[in-house]
């Protein structure tokens, strides 16, 4: 578990390194701030190491805010980190600006030779949303332009990189429209937006994607506290679709839930024992409290007709 007595964590991703140290990367902002919502705007990404995922040792931040004026000047929210070919760290990250009050994001590179020291890539945006598919801001339908979350992966057949990415369609019911953004890259660096690779369904937004194989089934994880309607799908914050292959399609409308009051933003990975496990923050107690802090992994197992469960 990685709990801070100063600092609220919420969404996390994880790489290991050469030396099998896990490295933890995750939103942190003070609980000085009082009032957990205000977190968001406050924003930088923390940075701890591990042995067993479990016993957490906190190293300097990866990344903070940009000095302004910038793109990404306000906050720097979720991402994801990859060891390119030329051996170099690759973290992709969220950021959003002061200039437009936190509601246009965007996604931005920081490279590393060493996982600990980061440097941003220039000083623009890598990937901005495009709007022949995706909605660019429209209070109107929806209170900011959704375009953060980057998960990048290879591509299986070695051809580029994809990258996902909590977006929304511009079309439909306004409370129904998120989707799995998508771009590709032949070199980490430079992107291409793609159309997106689900359809509408019964969800305003799908948070932090990621996609896994687990028994030759690739599996898409996402979360979310937008559920249209009364559509009985209940309170569920995170679900998993299976697809045909790790770029989908994803039938997002036969999303299956995963059972747990409190669990937000979790993230898939190996255990120590080799099966998989869930990594996610825990958002609240009992009481409604917001709790702001990293579970230890979750053992899961995959089960077609119920998607993931608990790992008994």
């Known amino acids: 578990m990685l709990r801070l007595p100063d600092h609220w964590v919420w969404d996390s991703w994880y790489v290991r390194d050469d030396d099998d140290l896990w490295h ?20 930088a990404i923390g940075h701890a190491v591990s042995t067993d995922l479990r016993s957490w040792r906190l190293v300097a931040d990866a ?8 793109w990404d000047d306000l906050a720097t929210w979720t991402g994801s980190t990859v060891r390119g070919p030329d051996g170099r760290w ?15 994001q965007r996604v931005g590179l920081a490279v590393s030779d060493d996982l600990v020291s980061w440097h941003r890539h220039g000083t623009r945006p890598l990937v901005e ?15 900011e332009q959704a375009w953060r979350d980057p998960w990048v992966f290879p591509d299986p057949a070695g051809d580029g990189w994809h990258m ?15 989707v799995v953004g998508h771009a590709t890259s032949d070199d980490l660096v430079n992107w291409r937006v793609r159309p997106p690779l689900s359809t509408p369904a019964d969800f305003g937004h799908l948070e932090v994607p990621q996609v896994v194989v687990i028994d030759d089934q690739p599996l898409l994880l996402f979360c979310t506290n937008a559920v249209a309607g009364e559509n009985g799908r209940g309170d569920h914050r995170v679900w998993t679709a299976p697809g045909k292959g790790v770029t989908g399609p994803w039938d997002v409308a036969d999303a299956r839930p995963f059972p ?25 107690d009992a009481g409604g409290t917001f709790v702001g802090e990293l579970t230890d992994p979750i053992p899961v197992r995959y089960r077609p007709e119920l998607g993931l469960r608990p790992r008994r």
Do not use: C, K, Q
């Not at 949303?129 to 209170?143: F, G, K, N, Q, S």
């Not at 747990?260 to 609240?284: E, K, N, Q, T, V």
């Open 24 to 43: 933890a990367f995750f939103l942190r902002a003070s609980r000085a701030l009082l009032d957990p919502h205000r977190r968001h705007h406050r924003a």
């Open 129 to 143: 949303a495009d709007p022949t598919w995706y909605e660019l801001l429209d209070p109107d339908a929806w209170y």
């Open 164 to 178: 996902l990415l909590t977006a929304r369609a511009n079309h439909g019911a306004a409370d129904r429209r998120g």
């Open 63 to 70: 990344l903070v805010p940009a000095d302004g004026p910038a």
């Open 260 to 284: 747990h009051p409190a669990l937000y933003a979790p993230r898939l990975l190996r255990d120590l024992d080799g099966g998989w496990s869930m990594i996610g923050f825990i958002d609240h």
């Open 90 to 104: 690759y973290l992709f990250y969220t950021g959003v600006s002061r200039a437009e009050r936190g509601l246009v």
